[in-house]
């Protein structure tokens, strides 16, 4: 039996849906689940941070999922850790187009982490892997020049060329303090350093992501504005 989380679903042919899944020690597979009907329904659990165990047969790219069963209760999330939840979902689904063999567990630890309460922390953490993942992450140990990155230096970010020593007399750059990319690649992000590292996240994401906007984002950021009320 393979483990795993529903990312999105839609609906194919007659009672049964194509379902994006995250698998531990798979990665992104996308496979056909007939949902039946009654009391023997699958639909109330193939549904978003459901943990679910299943069988997975077929030999093309859509599998086919079987021998459905709750691995334990859903996550609960609620507030902003649903809407970041659903963020995680998305950007999975958008960049994840197969592989991933390492995502299940940091994906896993985080909608755990969210459900206690909301933190941007474990959406720095997730994209760091998936970025890792993807091979589009540089390295956040050493420089660009292959020097190690000190935690008082000040760097900036150059496309393919990973991160370079901020030159004095040179203008108004964006830059990132080593302390805050060294606590990144050590899962120890302090609360002061997450406003700089969202932005490097973003700086990273876009060239992957294209200007089709998330609506997830879009979703977050309007729970956030006055005039959705908080």
Not at 25 to 42: I, P, T, Y
Not at 100 to 126: N, W
């Amino acid at each position: 039996m393979e483990r795993g989380y529903v990312l999105h679903s839609r609906p194919y042919r007659e009672s049964s849906v194509i379902a994006n899944l995250l698998v531990d020690g798979v990665g992104r597979v996308d496979a056909v689940v007939r949902l039946g009907s009654g009391k023997r329904s699958l639909k109330s659990i193939i549904q978003p941070f459901q943990p679910l165990l299943f069988s997975l047969s077929g030999r093309g790219d859509l599998k086919t999922l079987s021998q459905v069963e709750p691995m334990s209760p859903a996550i609960p999330l609620n507030g902003d850790s649903l809407y970041a939840g659903m963020y995680l979902n998305e950007l999975l689904i958008r960049l994840l187009q197969h592989g991933g063999e390492s995502l299940f567990l940091v994906y896993h630890r985080a909608l755990m982490v969210l459900a206690r309460e909301f933190g941007e922390t474990q959406l720095r953490l997730v994209e760091l892997a998936l970025l890792k993942e993807l091979g589009c992450m540089p390295s956040l140990t050493v420089d660009g020049a292959g020097q190690r990155i000190i935690p008082d230096g000040r760097y900036q970010y150059l496309p393919e060329q990973g991160f370079w020593p901020l030159m004095d007399g040179v203008g108004e750059v964006r830059c990132w303090c080593g302390n805050a990319l060294l606590a990144l690649e050590n899962s120890h992000i302090s609360t002061e350093d997450l406003p700089a590292l969202k932005a490097l996240m973003r700086l990273l994401l876009h060239p992957l992501l294209g200007d089709k906007p998330l609506r997830s984002r879009a979703l977050f950021a309007g729970r956030r504005s006055p005039s959705a009320g908080s």
